[in-house]
């Protein structure tokens, strides 16, 4: 489904201080409840009224921003539809519904009955909110990424409506790649490409027609950006661009498994939107390369399925994390990204408060 806090390492260390971090979870928290639960955040004088936020996407309109996240897989909320939350402050967020009422025939038609949709992607171009999505069978790669479009994202006026636009890409078990976890990049020229992908052969992209926001032909070039060895745990893609270098940042290690997850968020760069995609000592991730950006931070497990929100010149990592305080309920975290000397990025301080933290005030 797509180190410490602003650290720097070789993605080597990534394995161990996960693992590291798991073992001496209790430990962990026990000292941040003798320490009155302290995360180092400034607190929210609100709690959120529903806490499930997996694989998140934030964009901003009108001075309200917007987070797409994976429905619930319980159906307790909507229908297991992508999920809809608004913020004025990128702290206090509150749920909003979802995208729609129910998960689209075509979808159930072509994959069977599935619990949720996930990993939703959001983008604008060509006058309208383009939302890209995936459905799929758990651990399988008989999968699909679908688009709905909508002129405004603010569900107060007239012109809201979300548009089902069906299928973009698609992949079987005869296929050696998994359509999911899709993410718009934005390309020279002008030019709209999708990086998708999880386990099977990794992180793939294609190029998409800026039109149609579909792939640009009817048998599209598939490009290879990222590889692990067996069981190639690597997805959550995303790209931005700095300094001259596109940045590909993947979730590396395994998601969904509360506070027992070992999700960590890798980067590597690229002059060329189609790589080879490098970390700082020249290992291509085709060949389990990436430096490590962001690890578990005190009650904040497995951090991944990473997007990155640009905000004027300002860039963000948006991803989801596990609290350990709050029965390992995955929650959104938002950290600034910065720029060292080299070009390479690092996580600022976190903006969004830990749910479960004892610390919060209570409203």
């Known amino acids: 489904m797509r180190g410490s806090a602003g650290s720097v390492t070789p993605r080597g260390s990534a394995g161990t201080a996960i693992r590291s971090a798991a073992l001496s979870l209790l ?103 383009h939302l890209y999505y995936a459905g799929s069978s758990f651990g399988s790669n008989n999968s699909v990424i679908a688009l709905a479009t909508t002129p405004t994202l603010d569900p107060r006026s007239p012109q809201y409506k979300w548009t089902d636009d069906g299928l973009v890409l698609r992949s079987t078990s005869a296929d050696d790649f998994n359509a999911i976890d899709p993410s718009l990049v934005q390309g020279p020229s002008g030019t709209k490409w999708l990086a998708f992908g999880s386990f099977w052969s990794g992180i793939k992209m294609v190029q998409l027609d800026p039109a149609t926001g579909k792939p640009a032909s009817a048998a599209p070039a598939i490009y290879s950006l990222a590889q692990r060895p067996a069981p190639d745990a690597l ?14 940042f993947a979730s590396a290690g395994f998601c969904c498994r509360g506070i027992g997850s070992t999700y ?26 990436g430096m490590e950006l962001q690890g578990s931070d005190g009650p904040m497990i497995g951090p991944g399925s990473e997007s990155i929100f640009s905000d004027g010149s300002q860039a963000f990592l948006v991803y989801h994390y596990y609290d350990a305080f709050h029965n390992g309920d995955p929650w959104v975290q938002v950290r600034p990204l910065e720029w060292t000397a080299s070009g390479w990025p690092v996580t600022g301080a976190p903006r969004t408060p830990v749910p479960g933290d004892p610390s919060a005030p209570t409203p």
């Open 264 to 289: 960590t968020i890798i980067v590597g760069r690229s002059p060329t939107i189609t790589g080879p995609y490098v970390d700082p000592g020249g290992t291509s991730m085709m060949n389990d390369g």
């Open 235 to 248: 997805e959550g893609a995303g790209i931005t661009s700095h300094g001259g270098y596109y940045y590909l």
């Open 27 to 129: 430990a962990v928290v026990a000292a941040l409840l003798a320490l009155g639960g302290a995360s180092g955040l400034a607190q929210s004088a609100t709690t959120p009224d529903y806490v499930f936020v997996h694989d998140p996407s934030m964009a901003r309109q009108a001075g309200a921003y917007y987070l797409f996240s994976t429905g619930d897989p319980a159906g307790k909320i909507g229908g297991g539809n992508i999920q809809i939350r608004t913020s004025s402050d990128v702290r206090d967020w509150r749920y909003a519904g979802t995208v729609f009422a129910s998960i689209p025939a075509w979808i159930t038609a072509a994959l069977g009955p599935i619990p949720n949709l996930w990993a939703p992607d959001i983008s604008y171009f060509g006058g309208r909110w």
